[in-house]
C-alpha cells in the first residue's frame, strides 16, 4: 500500500531560490520589455469602484470565496522566487480589480473572481455576459454595478461558452425560475448544454483534481506559494449553478437586438472550447472576443486534461473575426483580462494572437513531418521575437511546449511511432525496475543531489519520480523530488506551470488533504438533463461488480416519459420511450426525485417514506442498483503511487 505519511515537520518548509534559479529570473528580466506599462495603462482605464476588503464571504461556509488582500504581498519587485514575467502578470491581473467602464453603455467587473463579467447597460436593464464561476462573485459584482450606475434589472443573460467560470455563477444574477419561465432570455452557442455536462460532469472528478493543482488552489498565497493562475488574479471557490439557456445562437451572422442593444454574432465552435461565440455591437463599435482571445498563450491543451483543441481553427476563427468586424471596430475587450482601445491597436493584437497559433500548428506539424516527436518537437520550437516578445503572446496560461506537444497528439495522438513506447510498463511496475536497474533508491538519490546542486532540475524530477513511485516512505528522496520541483515552479513563466510544481512539492511534503467523495453540485444536478445523467451513471458504473448481471429497471418517471433502465455485459443504458414486461422493479417517482436519488442527494429509504418513491416488484432491485455505483475519491494521489488495483 502506498504511504501517505507527510514528511517530517523539518522537511516542510519551503525553499529559497537557488544560484540556477536566479540566473533563470535574471534572463528573463533582461530579454523582456519591463519599461513597456501599455498593459498596466489599458488594465487601469475606466475605473470607476472597488469594494475594499477585496474578499467575497461564501454564502454557506466561513472561509472566503474570493481573497485579494492575501495577495497584497505582489505590491513589491518580484521576488526571486518567482518569475519576473509571471510576478508582473499576477500584478496586473490581481491589483485591478472592481467595475471598470469600457466605453458608456459596456462595463466589467474584473478581478471578483478569475474571468470578467460585462455588463450592457440596455434600455431597461442589465444585459450580463459571463456570470463569473459562483453565485458570491458575481452577485457582489451586480451590486457594485448597481450602486454606483444606478439599481437595473437583469434583462437578459449571454454565455460565451461553455467553461464553468462563464456560467456557473448564474444564479447570483438570475433565480432558476426567471430562466425556466423565458422571461429573461439566456443565450447560449449551439451544443453548450452537452459541452458544459460533458466537460465539466462526465470527466469531472478527475479534471477537478488536476484543476486544484492548475489553479493552485491547494496552494497559500505567498512569494514562494500562490501568485496568480494567469487567466486571471484566483479562482473563486462558492456556489455553483447551471440554467438551460433559451435562446440557442447557430449560426455566423445571426443577429439579435436585446433591450435595445444590437449583436451581431460569430460562431467560433471547436477552438478554445468546443461550444464558443463571440459577438459584435455596431453601436458600440466594439467587438467580444469571449475567451478566444487573452493577453496570453492560452491552452491547445490544458493539462487540467480536457479535448486537444484545435490551434488551426483557433487561428481561423480570428481571422474572421478580423475579416467581420476589423474595419468598424474601435474596442476590443473579453472575458479575461482587459480591453484593447483603438482600432490599429486591437487588429495588431488580434493579427498576433492570430499568427501565434498559426505558427504553433504549422511549426509543429513541419517538424513532425521532418520526424521528430513530441517532445523532440516542444524542445526546439521558438517563437519569432515579432510574435514572441508581445506580453500578450507569452506563456502566463498556456504554453508553447505543451501546445506544440497538443498539436501533435491532435493529428498523430499519444503514441509516437517508436515500437519501445507501444505497450509500456505502469509507473510502479517500471518504477521498481529502474531501482533494480540503477542500483536502488540510495544510490539514486546521492546521484541526482549532485544533479540538484548542479540546477538540472528536469532530470532529478525525472529520475526520483521512478524513487517516489516505488518507495513512496524514501523520505530522502521525496524531499529531494519537492525541492527540485520547487525550484521549478519558482522558474516558471506560466502561471499553472508554477502551480503543478508547487502543489507536486506540496503533496509529497505534506501528504494527501483528508479526503471526500466526489459530487456535483446540487445547482447542476436539478438542472441537468436526464439523458446526460444516465451517462454520468454509466462512468460510475463498476464493470467487476456488474460482471454477470443482467438487470432491468422500468423508470414510470411521474413527470416524464417512461424509461427502461439496463445492466448487462457490465454496461448501462437507458432507453427512453421503452418498457419491458417483467422487469425486476418499476419505480414511480418525478425526474427531479430520481436525478437526486441517483446523485446520492436523497435517499431511497426517505423518498418511500415520504410516499415521493414507489417500488413495484422486486424492492431490493433499488438496492442493488445503488450498489453497482463507483464514488469517486477527489483527492486521489497525483506524484505518489495511486492505490493498487489488485
Ligand atoms: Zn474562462
Known sequence: MPSYLPLPEALRAHKSATEATKKVQADFQSKLNFEDRQSFADASRGFIASISP???DHDRTSRPVFDLEALSFLDGEAPDTVNPSLWRQAQLNAQHHGLYEVVDGIYQIRSFDIANMTL????????????????????????????????????????????ADHFAGVLGVITQEQAASGEIPILAPMDFVNESLNENVLAGNVMGRRATYMYGNLLTPSPTGFVTTGLGAALSLGTTGFVIPNDIIKETGETRVIDGIEFEFQMTMGTEAPA???????????????EITTHHLHNVYTPRGAQVRDAL?????????????????????????WPIWGRQAALNFLKKQRDLYKFIHDQSLRLANLGYNKEEIAEQITLPDSLGLEFYNRDYYGTLYANARAVYVKYLGFFDGNPATLHPLPPVAAAENYLRYMGGADAIVQKASSDFTQGHYRWVVEVLNHVVMAEPEHIEARSLLADSLEQLGYQSESGPWRNFYLCGALELREGLPEGSNYAAAPGMVAAIPLKNLYQIMAVRLNAQKAEGMVLHINLAFTDGEATLLSIENSVLHAFTGRQIDHPAATLSISELNFKLLMSGQKDGASLLASGELEIEGDAQALLQLSGLFDQFERRFPIVTPRKPWQ
Open 120 to 163: 450592457i447597460r440596455g434600455n431597461t436593464g442589465w444585459i450580463v455576459i459571463d456570470p463569473l464561476t459562483s453565485s458570491e462573485t458575481s452577485r457582489a459584482g451586480l451590486k457594485l454595478a448597481n450602486e454606483q450606475l444606478g439599481q437595473r434589472p437583469v434583462v437578459a443573460v449571454i454565455h460565451t461558452h461553455s467553461h
Open 54 to 56: 477585496m474578499k467575497i
Open 313 to 337: 481553427a483557433w487561428a481561423d476563427q480570428i481571422n474572421e473575426s478580423i475579416d467581420l468586424f476589423g474595419d468598424r471596430l474601435e474596442i476590443e475587450f473579453a472575458s479575461h483580462h
Open 276 to 290: 464558443e461565440m463571440v459577438f459584435y455591437f455596431p453601436q458600440f463599435k466594439a467587438l467580444c472576443m469571449s
